[in-house]
């Protein structure tokens, strides 16, 4: 299963903001990368080429991002929670990840998800 977004990647420390009276929401980033992957695996569910996972699949899932700014170890956390309930029932499924950062002037964010074996 292979998601593609054109958004960017949030970091684990963007996940989260702070409004009025210290209430905690979902920032912006945030639920736009959800959103689009949303739409993504909507598509390919309409399309019939999701694969569905059952919750004792062990999975893999390989990222890859354009966006310089971020390290690679703080966006790999935001994006397994935003494919649990999407691509896989609990992140804890995933039991090998793999993440590369790409150069490109265009913000870029591919996974790649498929059965461990």
Not at 9 to 14: A, D, K, L, S
Not at 86 to 105: F, G, L, P, R
Request: proline share 4%; aromatic share 14%; glycine share 2%.
């Amino acid at each position: 299963m292979k998601f593609y977004t054109n958004t960017k990647p949030v970091p684990q420390n963007q996940k989260l903001k702070r409004g009025a009276n210290k209430q905690v929401y979902l920032s912006k980033p945030f639920r736009d990368t959800w959103n689009a992957i949303y739409l993504e695996w909507l598509n390919q569910y309409n399309k019939k080429e999701y694969i569905a996972f059952t919750s004792d699949t062990p999975l893999e899932v390989n990222i890859e991002f354009s966006w310089n700014r971020y390290d690679v170890d703080s966006l790999i956390k935001p994006i397994l929670d935003i494919l649990q309930g999407i691509a896989y029932t609990n992140d804890k499924q995933v039991v090998k990840v793999t993440c590369e950062k790409m150069v490109s002037n265009e913000h870029r964010l591919i996974v790649y998800i498929k059965k461990y074996i």
